[in-house]
């Protein structure tokens, strides 16, 4: 809105400033709506050319089309796709088989640290520093612990531990995964740990309190009382997780390190598709891009609010 | 046998930087089996903190806390036979009215489901919520959420109830309601209550006795006509009662008292209750004050005032008084409701010898209280 | 230890004095002995029965031993991936561990260091990392701001446009980096048409070494404004709305009412988005390595994550990587320590 207008005094001049302010009104309004949906068109860009170049042919379509308009009949194809599927559908699987115990595993711990360092009767002294580790391990570059994880994880006999899994017809690149899922629930700890203590400090005192005089031990009154109200935290914690887990390459990269491993997540498949020879296959990536996307997306439309609220947090 | 006894209980905390806070200083009240001992002071005179003690939801710096003759302080919370209302009700907002009730008989009892059930039922009835039953705290008002939170404290069936400021989310109509019906209720079951609060209109009508903490440090224990007729210091006269008694600071001549705007003549009895006390605190309630008409004092003890302030509340109206000599910090009186008096009208106001109370200037400890008529106690005013 | 020995000592004091505790409860070296429940005469006894759990209840709280079961697994396994592997990652960079053997950790010294700092590319990526996180920060910071008080000017469809400018922070960096490469797409790429149009390029954004990192920290933005822009309407929500009225009535225009009343209210929002999108820069790895497949980014964009992880990964050169890796945990560490900090003044922790 801008300023008011000054008005001479004179009753017509004042109606006068009044109208002008109304138009000045309208003008403001439309200013926001082109802002807000150029801004639109901003975000969606990038997704929307990717979105029409996955249905187009390599390279004729790809390269005689605009790059954000629709493929015209001739270059239109559903191949890319196929291919992506099939490139990266056990990619899929392997992304699945330990994004989802992983995330499922790290939510139930945080919220067992957040429990025990906020609805605990213990000296804040004594918690502080324990928490400042929790909030710092957060923040922590990966790199600095990427050495001593390949290390730790290369001395670790996990591959005779599994042999049961071996002689059932697993591959053994699948330690892999197992390794995967320790490694992301020890370092999604924190940030679980963190959003669920944020929501454990708002829980009324007074209400565990009542709970540990009606002879609920400390253990009982999580079971009973503090995990069935967590239940829209746990959303939240579950799909920002899930989220980041399914999207990380790092870890993948380290600890499966070949696209080619049978046991190779969906993200690092993805890195190297399109690649070759002759140059870049663009429709391609674009497909499997959204291919390798899709959970997340599915997650993001159906529950972009929890998603919201735990990057706020 | 529920006796419960709070031994020279002490709280001290310590903040991070070492230093300490006594919130309850030496405290010592004896409770006697399905008494109704109410816990009253100004915000942060240890009251909570004494009842969370006796909860075991604090840890006791020093003293004793004994129920039925058996130290409990070393006890975990949960197994002290204790049951708490809170304040903000605490009601499990995941669980049905039932299962709120049920939830304390799960955890501490090996009652079978049936029995638990019908103790829930029973004292749904009691509170007349059973239709409540099937609902969750959410769908409830804030007064029937109390009576959950009571019923939850009830189908325990402890030795002690604990209640912290229960009725104060409730608005006025409903907390005098309550208040009537707590007291039904605890009279039915006739098990010993402490129950806190910074209402005395609630410490007056409830309590079988009170106790009026301040700083820390227990004032009087006493019945709430003793605290209001005969309080034992100047803290208890001046929180119990409303408006407030009203207080003087006076030298001691002799057999008359000589302050800045007035004197007062004292009777023998009064004079030699104060006689080894150099400076005493006269006070007076607002409705033993006779006001009349007029502009000459003709007796002893009889000011010349100017109304200030008139505050009419229907059976009564609460009259600002200055003296006419020097009209700052008026004094407060009551006069009948029907009774007409304007601002700046000129009454004189007699302050009856009987109806004085005396308090050490230094001290703040009664030398005298008001004389009262045998067996005709006048009903107190709250 | 002697902290339980010296209280259990009061409390024996205590017990045999008996009840008359008025100031003993400050023991000679000055503490207080509030924990614990302890009490003069007929408690006292309880104290001395009970085992090493019971004492170190007592000492740092009635919950701690039950309540150990809940958060002490979580807080190890997270520890010792955390700052086991970090303790162990710097041992790691005082060897001269490369190649194929193990570590040999008999013989420890610096020359790692020694050799980052004088390694031009260790140079050239601390300069990366550094612009890279600043003009990161910054844009995002500002392009988020600029957003929140877009959708907070209560316009409709408040909650669809507020998705679509979250939605690419709900992407990979892997599948972000493939629409990014395809809009930098020297010939059909989406920037060099439209910029054409005006008669600008076409530019090779990827190809060329000076411009290649803006065009990385735009892409960046790009996926990260939408995390600043909820951030800032979190903290937008809260200032009342009174002020808003307030500053109305006194006269302000909205661009002076936002910029003295509503941005010095949003300073907390600022620094905790701040230091997330920091660290988002320094993970910045995963686009990096996504948009060429490989170890070495687009010349121009070597970070010392990117760097540190080829040194590792590609060269093996283990003890060097660790080095690297020191540097920038360094890095992260003075972005996060003072965050630390200010958070524990604000009795936050």
Redesign the interface.
């Known amino acids: 809105m801008s300023d008011a207008p000054t008005t001479d005094g004179e009753q017509s001049g004042a109606l006068a400033g009044v109208r002008e302010d109304l138009a000045g009104l309208d003008g403001y309004r439309v200013a926001l709506y082109a802002a807000v949906l150029g801004l639109t068109a901003f975000y969606l860009t990038p997704i929307e050319s990717g979105l029409v170049t996955a249905f187009k042919t390599n390279p004729e379509g790809v390269s005689s089309t605009l790059p954000f308009a629709p493929p015209p009949g001739e270059f239109f194809t559903l191949e890319k796709w196929e291919t992506a599927v099939q490139a990266l559908g056990r990619g899929m699987v392997n992304s699945a088989l330990y994004a989802v115990p992983a995330t499922v595993i790290s939510a139930l711990l945080g919220s067992f640290a957040a429990y025990g360092l906020t609805q605990a009767d213990w000296r804040a002294r004594y918690k502080a520093p324990i928490l400042a580790m929790f909030v710092a391990a957060i923040f922590i570059p990966y790199q600095a612990v990427l050495v001593p994880l390949s290390q730790f994880w290369g001395s670790v006999p996990l591959a005779e531990v599994l042999t049961p899994l071996w002689v059932a017809g697993v591959p053994r690149a699948y330690t892999g995964v197992i390794e995967l899922i320790v490694t992301h629930v020890a370092y999604g700890i924190p940030i679980c740990m963190v959003l669920f203590r944020g929501y454990y400090t708002t829980v009324s005192e007074e209400m565990i309190e009542a709970a540990r005089l009606d002879g609920a031990t400390f253990a009982r009154v999580y079971r009973r009382i503090v995990f069935p109200i967590s239940t829209p935290m746990f959303a939240v914690v579950l799909i920002y997780q899930f989220t980041q887990i399914w999207n990380d390459l790092l870890f993948a990269l380290i600890l499966v390190s070949t696209e080619s491993s049978p046991a190779a997540p969906v993200v690092l498949i993805l890195a190297g598709l399109g690649e070759s020879q002759e140059g870049q296959d663009f429709a391609l990536r674009m497909a499997g891009a959204f291919v390798a996307a899709l959970p997340t997306l599915i997650v993001y439309v159906l529950f972009g609010d929890e998603f919201a609220e735990g990057v706020a947090s | 046998m529920a006796r419960l006894e709070l031994d020279d209980v002490r709280k001290v905390f310590t903040d991070d930087d070492g230093s300490d806070i006594v919130a309850v200083d030496d405290v010592s009240v004896d409770i006697a089996d399905g008494e109704f001992l109410v816990l009253v002071g100004p915000s942060g005179c240890g009251k909570s903190t004494t009842l969370r003690m006796i909860a075991g939801l604090e840890s006791v710096s020093g003293g004793d806390i004994r129920l039925g003759g058996r130290s409990i302080v070393n006890k975990k919370p949960q197994n002290r036979d204790i049951a708490m209302v809170f304040q903000s009700y605490a009601l499990y907002p995941h669980m049905t009215t039932r299962q709120n009730m049920s939830f304390g008989l799960e955890e501490s009892t090996d009652l079978s489901d049936e029995e638990i059930a019908e103790r829930v039922e029973n004292a749904a009835d009691l509170l007349s919520i059973p239709e409540l039953l099937d609902r969750k705290p959410g769908e409830l008002s804030g007064g029937q959420q109390q009576r959950v939170a009571l019923g939850r404290a009830i189908v325990r069936e402890p030795e002690v109830f604990l209640m912290d400021e229960p009725l104060s989310n409730l608005d006025a109509k409903l907390r005098s309601q309550m208040r009537t019906e707590l007291q039904r209720i605890q009279e039915d079951l006739d098990t010993t209550t402490v129950y806190v609060t910074h209402d005395q209109t609630e410490a007056m009508t409830m309590g079988d006795r009170i106790a009026v903490l301040d700083g820390g440090e227990l004032q009087q224990a006493g019945t709430p006509l003793e605290c209001y007729h005969r309080p034992a210091n100047r803290f208890v006269a001046g929180f119990i009662g409303e408006p407030s008694m009203n207080f003087f600071d006076m030298d001691v001549e002799g057999d008359r008292l000589v302050g800045d705007r007035f004197e007062y003549a004292l009777t023998d009895e009064q004079a030699t209750a104060v006689a080894n006390a150099g400076t005493v605190t006269l006070g007076i309630r607002p409705e033993d004050i006779a006001v009349t008409v007029g502009s000459e004092a003709t007796a002893d003890n009889e000011f010349p005032t100017v109304v200030d302030v008139v505050e009419p509340m229907g059976n009564e109206n609460a009259v600002y008084l200055g003296f006419e000599a020097d009209p700052t910090n008026p004094f407060v009186a009551t006069v009948g409701g029907m009774r007409q008096l304007d601002a700046d009208e000129r009454v004189v106001a007699r302050f009856p010898a009987d109806a004085i109370h005396l308090f050490d200037g230094a001290t703040g400890e009664a030398l005298h209280n008001r004389a009262l008529d045998e067996g005709a106690e006048v009903e107190p005013r709250v | 230890m002697r902290d339980i020995l010296s209280s259990t000592r009061t409390r024996l004091r205590?017990a045999l004095r008996g009840?008359d505790?008025?100031d003993d409860?400050?023991t000679d070296d000055?503490?207080?002995?509030?924990?614990?429940?302890?009490?003069?005469?007929?408690?006292a006894g309880?104290?001395g029965t009970g085992g090493l759990l019971d004492r170190l209840?007592e000492r740092?709280?009635?919950?701690?031993t039950?309540?150990?079961?809940?958060?002490?697994?979580?807080?190890l396994?997270?520890?010792?991936?955390?700052?086991?592997?970090?303790a162990?990652?710097f041992v790691?960079s005082l060897t001269d561990y490369q190649g194929f053997v193990g570590?040999d950790y008999s013989d420890l010294d610096f020359e790692m260091y020694v050799r980052a700092a004088n390694d031009a590319g260790v140079i050239e990526a601390t300069v990366n990392t550094f612009l890279l996180v600043v003009s990161f920060t910054a844009v995002a910071l500002a392009f988020g701001l600029v957003?929140a008080i877009?959708?907070d000017?209560d316009?409709r469809f408040e909650n669809t446009?507020?998705?679509?400018?979250?939605?690419?922070?709900?992407?990979?960096?892997?599948?972000?980096?493939?629409?990014?490469?395809?809009?930098y797409?020297f010939?059909?790429?989406?920037v060099n048409?439209l910029l054409g149009t005006v008669g600008i390029g076409p530019i090779n954004w990827i190809g060329n070494s000076q411009i290649v990192l803006w065009a990385v920290v735009f892409a960046l933005v790009?996926q990260f404004s939408?995390?600043t822009m909820?951030?800032y309407?979190?903290g937008l929500r809260a200032i009342p709305r009174e002020h808003f009225e307030a500053a109305r009535v006194d006269?302000a225009?909205?661009l002076k009412m936002y910029w003295r009343v509503i941005v010095p209210q949003l300073k907390g929002s600022t620094i905790s988005a701040a230091?997330v999108l920091m660290?988002f820069a320094?993970?910045a790895?995963?686009f990096l390595?996504?948009l060429v497949?490989g170890y070495r980014p687009p010349n121009g964009t070597d970070i010392?994550?990117t760097k540190?992880?080829r040194e590792?990964?590609s060269v093996n050169n283990?003890a060097y990587?660790?080095a690297?890796?020191?540097i920038?945990?360094l890095m992260?560490l003075s972005?996060?320590g003072p965050?630390?900090y200010y958070?524990?003044s604000k009795g936050e922790?």
């Not at chain 3, 000055?30 to 408690?43: E, K, L, P, S």
């Not at chain 3, 740092?60 to 701690?64: H, K, S």
């Not at chain 3, 396994?77 to 970090?86: C, D, K, Q, S």
């Open positions: 205590r009840g505790s008025d409860a400050v000055g503490r207080v002995a509030t924990d614990g429940g302890t009490a003069a005469g007929g408690a309880a104290a209840d740092i709280g009635e919950d701690f039950e309540s150990a079961v809940f958060w002490l697994p979580p807080f396994l997270m520890g010792l991936f955390v700052y086991g592997a970090i162990w990652n790691i570590p957003l877009l959708v000017r316009i446009f507020r998705t679509i400018y979250l939605l690419p922070m709900s992407l990979s960096f892997v599948v972000t980096a493939q629409f990014w490469l395809w809009m797409n010939n059909n790429g989406v048409i790009w939408g995390y909820v951030v309407l979190a006269g225009s909205t230091i660290v320094l993970k790895f995963d390595y996504s497949s010392l994550a540190m992880v590792a990964y283990w990587a660790s690297i890796a020191i920038l945990f992260a972005i996060i965050y630390l958070q524990y922790l």
